[in-house]
């Protein structure tokens, strides 16, 4: 019903800045909830952000905070992913996932929808 694609990922510096994208197509994501969820090497997915509906409405894993912020272009269909002051332990898979219920969440279970994922890469 709902396919997301990532984009944007890369190799970045530490101290870089690096903007992700999610397109979605299939229908409109304008009543979902969208986030951003990531992977490492050898760790449990970890939610990082995500944005209600609204767009009003945004969470964020602490460690990420001050740093990304999520936006969305209901317009689009798209979902942002703004990424600042990177750090070698931002690298990981990003995966764009997205959410009927159109409230913010982080248990990536809750999630109905998931794009296949894009490599970020922070080099010291």
């Known amino acids: 019903q709902v396919q997301l694609v990532e984009s944007g990922g890369g190799l970045v510096q530490a101290g870089g800045s690096l903007r992700l994208s999610c397109a979605a197509s299939g229908r409109a994501v304008s009543n979902y909830a969208m986030a951003w969820f990531r992977q490492a090497p050898g760790k449990e997915r970890e939610f990082v952000a995500a944005?209600?509906?609204?767009?009003?409405?945004?969470s964020y894993v602490d460690s990420v905070k001050g740093r990304f912020t999520i936006s969305r272009d209901n317009a689009k269909n798209t979902v942002y992913l703004q990424m600042s002051s990177l750090k070698p332990e931002d690298t990981a898979v990003y995966y764009c996932a997205a959410d009927g219920r159109g409230v913010v969440s982080s248990p990536w279970d809750t999630y109905d929808y998931w794009g296949q994922g894009t490599q970020v890469t922070v080099s010291s």
């Open positions: 944005i209600s509906w609204s767009g009003r409405g945004t």
